[in-house]
């Protein structure tokens, strides 16, 4: 089975950051269900705990990853994102 792993990297009272965890966590949400989807797992990182990412990434927060490769940076559109696990499988 094929696996996505989403990285949200942000920081702590980022608005655009909690838009971005909660339209990832919907769409997740309904691929768990869709024998076609791979398997995902998901975690967040801050750029206020790493040095390099925060000089990757301060300009740019939200940025999601996914398999470690940038998907989408500032907002996340949904169908686009689910194209694009759909996609890994």
Known sequence: MATAHLTLIGKPGCHLCDDARGLVGSVVAK???DPAAPMITFEERSILDDAE???LYLEDIPVLLINGKV???WRI???RL???LLEVS
Request: glycine share 0%; hydrophobic share 40%.
């Open 31 to 33: 691929l768990r269900v």
């Open 71 to 73: 998907h989408n940076y």
């Open 53 to 55: 990412l925060h000089a």
């Open 82 to 84: 689910r194209t694009a």
């Open 77 to 79: 559109d949904p169908v």
